[in-house]
Nanobody, 124 residues
Framework: QVLLVESGGGLVQAGDSLRLSCVAS????????VAWFRQAPGKEREFVAGISRSGGSMYYSDFTKGRFAISRDNAKNTVWLQMSSLGPEDTANYSC?????????????????WGQGTQVTVSS
């Protein structure tokens, strides 16, 4: 079983940057595609970015507008989400999720492994 633990969230000002980390336990992390989702209060959870299990393919939602970058190091069992030019609209709880396929999907129902989430709050 793979467990996911996120970190790196916090309270920042508009225009700042944050790097979120998702660390996985277990030896088979490289078998999983990983994605970041976020959920703001009163809104549905939405796909932010995903990365293939090899790390060679990345996918983003349009709202990231080139501000976010997802990466991974399978040797470190870690996936990162680098976020820059943050705005209040990025305030949400960010969770990483893993699925045992080569490529991520945008459908949260496809993921069977989830972390507990890390809160990102951006003040204006």
């Amino acid at each position: 079983q793979v467990l996911l633990v996120e970190s790196g969230g916090g309270l920042v000002q508009a225009g700042d940057s944050l790097r979120l980390s998702c660390v996985a336990s277990g030896r088979t992390f490289s078998s999983y595609a990983v994605a970041w989702f976020r959920q703001a209060p009163g809104k549905e959870r939405e796909f932010v970015a995903g990365i293939s299990r090899s790390g060679g393919s990345m996918y983003y939602s349009d709202f990231t507008k080139g501000r976010f970058a997802i990466s991974r190091d399978n040797a470190k069992n870690t996936v990162w989400l680098q976020m820059s030019s943050l705005g209040p609209e990025d305030t949400a709880n960010y969770s990483c999720a893993a699925v045992g396929t080569a490529y991520p999907t945008r459908n949260e129902g496809s993921y069977d492994l989830w972390g507990q989430g890390t809160q990102v709050t951006v003040s204006s």
